[in-house]
């Protein structure tokens, strides 16, 4: 799959993770197919991977990205990320470091939404920006945000 559409896909989750309710959550009638995009469902995915950490390791995380100026959340953002990266990999050493720079990027993005809505809007900016600059790579790699759903999130 090429980058540029994993980065357009990544834009769609990231959009349907940070919405307050996901639309497509109920059942459709007919075949479904397992391999198709379906932003919604890797978005619920997500939410998943990102709901259980520790509020104390946020909190001054999330103060970081909330005190940034404008142009500098992204930066604020990634570091922060990687920050929460580096306390899982001394906790869980096996878990691929992609997987933990996913899962940390969805924790913190989720619980900055949460705690302030009117942030919701930078940090998917940021949260996007992050995502498709660390790891298409990797999610390319993985055979596309449909695999990376399926194998890396179960």
Known sequence: MAAAEI??????????LLQDELTGMVEHDG??????FDAE???SKLRQLGDDYDERVIQPLMKNVQKAAADQV????????????KMWVVERAEVASEKQLLKAAITLG???KKNC???TNVVEVAMMGFVNNRLTNWIAEQGGWVSVSKNSMC
């Open 117 to 119: 809505p009117d942030m």
């Open 31 to 36: 075949a479904d197919n397992e391999n198709s």
């Open 41 to 43: 469902k890797i978005a």
């Open 110 to 112: 989720l619980r900055i």
């Open 74 to 85: 992204m930066t604020a953002f990634s570091d922060s990320v990687d920050s929460l990266c």
């Open 7 to 16: 980065q357009k896909q990544t834009c769609e989750v990231i959009h349907c």
